[in-house]
């Protein structure tokens, strides 16, 4: 059986009082999008409304 190994990636995106809600949703879908080229995959989004961000993990196979 074949065990595969994981590197993980913790990325908080969106923090700023002065943006719009459209310039962090944007900001989030590049970040995703970049990093799912480097075949990072999106595996939790929390998003802290309070603090106008989103706490992203990621995880791809090493």
């Excluded at 990636?9 to 700023?16: E, F, I, P």
């Excluded at 970040?31 to 993990?57: F, H, M, P």
Aim: glycine share 6%.
């Amino acid at each position: 059986m074949s065990h595969v190994k994981w590197q993980y990636k913790v990325v908080r995106l969106g923090a700023g009082v002065f943006r719009s809600a459209e310039s962090r949703r944007a900001e989030v879908e590049d970040t995703i999008n970049r990093l799912g080229q480097d075949r990072w995959e999106l595996v939790q989004a929390n998003i802290k409304y309070g603090e106008n961000s989103t706490t992203c993990y990621f995880k791809r196979p090493i």
